[in-house]
């Protein structure tokens, strides 16, 4: 059964940079990030496709974050750069089985199956 396990959050000031690390066991699925803040919905941050040639972000973390992958590590990584207060929340990586195609993701819950954990980020003085 495929697992996902996130690590990486903490604190961070405003300005500064954080990188969230995703192990997923199992096949080269599309793998997405997400954050959620209490009392808000889940919110979209970034996807790559299996083969790690193809992303796709959610606009205002499109200049400051960057998701790759290291399919040898079966490891996706969310750099976070310039970070800002509004970053502060529970980021959770998310992976598609269903998709057959690795050449490209879709930057929505719905086509996620299995989630991890998540890892708490807080972006404060």
């Known amino acids: 059964q495929l697992q996902l396990v996130e690590s990486g959050g903490g604190l961070v000031r405003p300005g500064g940079s954080l990188t969230l690390s995703c192990t997923a066991t199992g096949n080269r699925y599309p793998i997405a990030w997400f954050r959620r803040v209490p009392g808000e919905e889940r919110a979209r941050i970034a996807c790559v496709s299996g083969n790690g040639v193809r992303t796709h972000y959610h606009e205002p973390v499109k200049d400051r974050f960057i998701i790759s992958r290291d399919n040898a590590k079966n490891t996706v990584y969310l750099q976070m750069k310039n970070v800002e207060p509004e970053d502060t929340g529970v980021y959770y990586c998310?992976?598609?089985?269903?998709?057959?195609?690795?050449?490209?993701?879709?930057?929505?819950?719905?086509?996620?199956?299995?989630w991890g954990q998540g890892t708490q980020v807080i972006v404060s003085t």
């Open positions: 998310a992976a598609d089985s269903i998709t057959t195609t690795q050449e490209n993701c879709v930057l929505a819950q719905t086509w996620y199956d299995y």
